[in-house]
């Protein structure tokens, strides 16, 4: 089944503890991405990723790290969380190119106390 | 800086009727204007998807109506379903920028039975 895995699905963090979050697709896309989703500003680009290596800051990459090592692997890390990052958090990955459908994980809700 | 303005932010429509929502964009560069719904506890997932050569596509009891001067597009539900309660995002790409959607701030659409 084609899909884009993200875990974990809920995590509880304390500002500062560095924390990971993994993203996974199976359908060899080249193009992969996170957001961030809050109440009444949509889905917000944090970063994206265009193939292995090539990654490039999205809306809003502050505070934000990640890599492309493998092609199906995107992971999100935050070195030092802060209350301000409680979000809902989507990887999503497709083809590089335009006009074409973005599949998206289930999504990580994530909250720094 | 929200290049794709939607609204209106919740809709409560009763079963049968129409539902509308709104999308503005403001860079005419833009030349792909998906529609996504998004279900509780999961990621957004394409809808129906409109290029600006056309000023209208339906896809059963869902049309976008795409008004090119205006820089406007819309979402209609005909016969509103109880099952349409969702959150739906309006988003835009341009072709240079490949995959990259730009997102509206999302819809919260109930349908009272």
């Known amino acids: 089944e084609a899909q884009v895995t993200q875990n974990p699905r809920y995590l509880i963090t304390v500002t500062g503890k560095k924390l990971t979050v993994t993203c996974s697709q199976n359908?060899?896309?080249?193009?992969m991405s996170w957001y961030r989703q809050d109440p009444g500003l949509g889905l917000r680009q944090i970063y994206y990723s265009m193939n292995v290596e090539v990654t490039d800051k999205g809306d809003v990459p502050e505070g934000y790290k990640v890599s492309r090592k493998e092609k199906r692997n995107f992971p999100l890390i935050l070195e030092s969380p802060s209350p301000n990052q409680t979000s809902l958090y989507f990887c999503?990955?497709?083809?590089?190119?335009?006009?074409?459908?973005?599949?998206f994980g289930p999504g990580t809700r994530l909250t720094v106390t | 800086q929200q290049q794709v303005k939607q609204s209106p932010q919740s809709l409560i429509v009763q079963k049968g009727g129409i539902s509308i929502i709104n999308c503005a964009y403001e860079?005419?560069?833009?030349?792909?204007f998906p529609w996504y719904q998004q279900f509780p506890g999961k990621g957004p997932a394409l809808l129906i998807a409109?290029?600006?050569?056309?000023s209208e596509k339906k896809e059963g009891r869902f049309t976008i109506s795409f008004n090119k001067s205006a820089k406007q597009f819309s979402l209609h539900i005909m016969d509103s379903q109880p099952g349409d309660s969702a959150t739906y995002f309006c988003?835009?790409?341009?072709?240079?920028?490949?995959?990259?959607?730009?997102f509206g701030e999302g819809t919260q659409l109930t349908v009272n039975p």
């Open positions: 359908m060899n896309h080249e193009y």
């Open positions: 860079n005419t560069a833009f030349d792909y």
């Open positions: 999503a990955s497709s083809l590089l190119v335009g006009g074409v459908e973005q599949y």
């Open positions: 409109i290029r600006p050569d056309v």
């Open positions: 988003a835009a790409s341009m072709e240079t920028s490949g995959s990259r959607l730009t």
